[in-house]
């Protein structure tokens, strides 16, 4: 599968969890100031920087700059979330940073493993945000597990309730029968963190939101 390709496979992965999960982008008014180190809302950056501020707190340059909608997009290579790898991107509305992403490009030849990273991930989240407000796993088909739909709608019907252990939930993701995901908030910052899957293929990314002030 092509690069190009991969990445429009994430785009509608996403898409489709973002609106599953409700959120919606709004326009937000940012201060013109320069804003402290101590309200840092996605790795080194804050909302309302603009794309030459961003760049200037990250080490190493974008590896690539694209306009998409009328949005600005830095993407960067490879950097580190606790003990997995992946890619952030920044992307900035009228020159203004509103939303980032983490996109976790871990790599396992055991699917059920891409679970262990979502709970890892979990772990780092709770840390920063507290409780999810909202958390699901949505079940669209059962027929890798030994359970019918109508249990594991209501028995494993959250992330929590599905481990690295369980029988083949990783392959159950990779086909799109299995998502989950958790938002939490607070009053800067929206984060929705995602695992999904299509066509054998897993993404395990977070999507970073800024709060209307």
Same mark, same amino acid.
């Given at each position: 599968?092509?690069?190009?390709?991969?990445?429009?496979?994430?785009?509608?992965?996403?898409?489709?969890?973002?609106?599953?999960?409700?959120?919606?982008?709004?326009?937000?008014?940012?201060?013109?100031?320069?804003?402290?180190?101590?309200?840092?809302?996605?790795?080194?950056?804050?909302?309302?920087?603009?794309?030459?501020?961003?760049?200037?707190?990250?080490?190493?340059?974008?590896?690539?700059?694209?306009?998409?909608?009328?949005? !600005?997009?830095? $993407?960067? &290579?490879?950097? %580190?979330?606790?003990?997995?790898?992946?890619?952030? +991107?920044?992307?900035?509305? *009228?020159?203004?940073?509103v939303r980032?992403?983490?996109? !976790?490009?871990? $790599?396992? &030849?055991?699917? %059920?493993?891409?679970?262990?990273?979502?709970?890892? +991930?979990?772990?780092?989240? *709770?840390?920063?945000?507290?409780?999810?407000?909202?958390?699901?796993?949505?079940?669209?088909?059962?027929?890798?597990?030994?359970?019918?739909?109508?249990?594991?709608?209501?028995?494993?019907?959250?992330?929590?309730?599905?481990?690295?252990?369980?029988?083949?939930?990783g392959l159950?993701?990779?086909?799109?029968?299995?998502?989950?995901?958790?938002?939490?908030?607070?009053?800067?910052?929206?984060?929705?963190?995602?695992?999904?899957?299509?066509?054998?293929?897993?993404?395990?990314?977070?999507?970073?939101?800024a709060v209307?002030?």
């Amino acid at each position: 599968m092509s690069l190009d390709r991969s990445r429009d496979r994430q785009g509608a992965v996403i898409r489709t969890m973002v609106t599953i999960a409700g959120i919606v982008c709004v326009p937000i008014a940012f201060a013109q100031h320069e804003a402290k180190p101590s309200q840092l809302d996605f790795r080194r950056a804050v909302w309302g920087m603009t794309p030459a501020q961003v760049i200037e707190t990250e080490p190493d340059r974008p590896v690539r700059t694209s306009d998409s909608n009328g949005e !600005v997009v830095l $993407q960067y &290579g490879e950097s %580190n979330l606790g003990t997995l790898t992946g890619r952030p +991107v920044y992307v900035f509305a *009228k020159d203004r940073l509103v939303r980032a992403k983490f996109v !976790v490009e871990q $790599q396992h &030849g055991d699917q %059920n493993e891409f679970i262990r990273d979502f709970h890892a +991930v979990e772990s780092l989240l *709770k840390e920063r945000y507290g409780k999810p407000n909202e958390e699901r796993a949505v079940w669209e088909d059962d027929s890798t597990q030994d359970e019918t739909k109508n249990y594991l709608d209501q028995d494993r019907a959250t992330p929590s309730s599905i481990l690295p252990s369980d029988r083949l939930v990783g392959l159950a993701v990779a086909l799109g029968h299995l998502r989950l995901y958790t938002i939490r908030e607070d009053s800067r910052t929206k984060v929705l963190h995602v695992l999904a899957g299509a066509d054998h293929q897993i993404t395990h990314q977070l999507e970073y939101r800024a709060v209307p002030q």
